[in-house]
């Protein structure tokens, strides 16, 4: 019994010792400029097997432990020198689920498995905060940033030093004809009518508080007449003539995919085009309303285009249950739309009646996605667990795209 304590406590030495050797190789490898993202996911390795073969050896070797940790940090050297690559990263071949995503717990109950803390925000604050929260209520407007409990609320409305102040406001009210299991924006098959002076409203208060970019977003309002393309269209006419140089994006209803509507808003003025396809096409069904679906968002996006938007965009959450081969083949499937950004983000369960989280995709992974979307040729990709398709897109945008785009405008008429 002695014997064998003494061999389990050399095994576990054993293990502690190249787990520590693989993790510094791999950060080594991780620093490196020219690693792949998709790379460094795929490093991330499942140590816990290869460390469970590599104690199993040294227990039995008779070898001293400098030249078995030696031959250890080797071997690994050479593995990683060979692969995994991109193809493995895609489907998932020699990849532990720890280092692509961690479990969700089964319940919101479920106290036995913690949130990752690169999921975890602060509490929303700062006397801009404040600004608009108060603006918002004196003109009774909505944003999607509270109806969908936004976790990145406080960041994007504070804005501050060097960075830009964005706001998503929802309008045509708070409740929507559509009953996506995702969502937590309220529902009914009869909502309150339209605001009429809800165009105005809204210019007044964009004005007033100064923004640079702001997303109008709203939603689906099936029992309209246009389902509310005009009313939508007449908003970003407002907001334009009221502040010239804001830059505005509208995240779209699918408008049941009516190509006049559709190009109602497209011609509308705004600077962005912006229809969610939400999921991969595997997963619509259960993660949307039955009335939307994958073919009828990306004909959204194609007329958008085809009746001038200037950039169109599109958003796809992680965590549902996708696997790596579906997000990609999403991904050309939007190429092939000549969608120009895309965001990923991870889902977050706002109550137990909505879909389960099936898993926290890590920060490389993420990584990964956004890399392999910009080989592509997508004109920008955001990609973190916080992004939303609306976060910080002022920041995103007038650094990334819109902002480059204009200086050129400039030198070329210069």
Not at 90 to 100: N, T
Not at 263 to 284: C, I, K, M, Y
Not at 312 to 336: C, N, W
Not at 365 to 385: C, H, K, T
């Amino acid at each position: 019994r002695g014997a064998r304590r003494r061999g389990e406590r050399s095994r576990s030495r054993a293990t502690t010792m190249f787990t520590r050797a693989l993790e510094r190789s791999a950060r080594r490898a991780a620093s490196s400029p020219s690693c792949h993202a998709a790379l460094r996911v795929s490093c991330a390795a499942p140590i816990t097997s290869v460390c469970a073969r590599f104690a199993s050896e040294a227990s039995a070797s008779t070898m001293p432990t400098e030249r078995a940790e030696r031959d250890g940090l080797d071997s690994f050297r050479a593995r990683l020198a060979s692969g995994p690559g991109f193809d493995d990263f895609v489907k998932g071949d020699a990849l532990p689920g720890s280092a692509y995503s961690l479990a969700a717990p089964a319940s919101l109950k479920d106290k036995s498995v913690r949130k990752p803390a690169w999921m975890k925000r602060v509490v929303p604050g700062g006397d801009k905060y404040v600004e608009i929260k108060k603006k918002l209520r004196e003109l009774k407007l909505s944003t999607v940033c509270e109806e969908a409990r936004c976790p990145n609320l406080g960041e994007c409305w504070g804005g501050g030093e060097g960075q830009t102040a964005t706001a998503t406001i929802m309008i045509m009210g708070d409740t929507c004809t559509r009953a996506c299991r995702f969502c937590a924006v309220k529902t009914s098959r009869a909502p309150p009518p339209l605001d009429e002076e809800e165009p105005k409203n809204v210019a007044s208060a964009v004005a007033a508080w100064g923004l640079h970019y702001v997303v109008l977003t709203s939603v689906d309002r099936d029992d309209l007449p246009d389902q509310g393309a005009e009313h939508i269209a007449q908003t970003i006419r407002n907001l334009k003539q009221s502040a010239p140089d804001i830059l505005v994006e509208a995240l779209t209803p699918d408008f049941r995919g009516d190509e006049r509507l559709i190009q109602t808003v497209a011609r509308s003025g705004l600077d962005v085009f912006a229809h969610n396809v939400e999921t991969v096409p595997e997963l619509q069904a259960g993660v949307r309303d039955r009335r939307a679906n994958w073919a009828q968002s990306i004909d959204v996006l194609k007329i958008a285009k085809a009746s001038g938007a200037k950039i169109t965009k599109t958003s796809i959450m992680l965590g549902l249950g996708e696997t790596r081969e579906q997000v990609v083949r999403a991904l050309r499937l939007l190429r092939d739309a000549d969608v120009d950004v895309v965001t990923f983000g991870q889902y977050m369960r706002p109550t137990k009646r909505h879909l389960a989280v099936a898993e926290y995709v890590t920060p490389e992974a993420f990584d990964a996605y956004r890399e392999i979307a910009e080989s592509m040729g997508f004109l920008y990709v955001a990609s973190g667990p916080m992004v939303r398709s609306s976060y910080r897109a002022g920041e995103y945008f007038l650094e990334g795209v819109l902002k480059k785009r204009k200086e050129a405008e400039k030198k070329a008429l210069a």
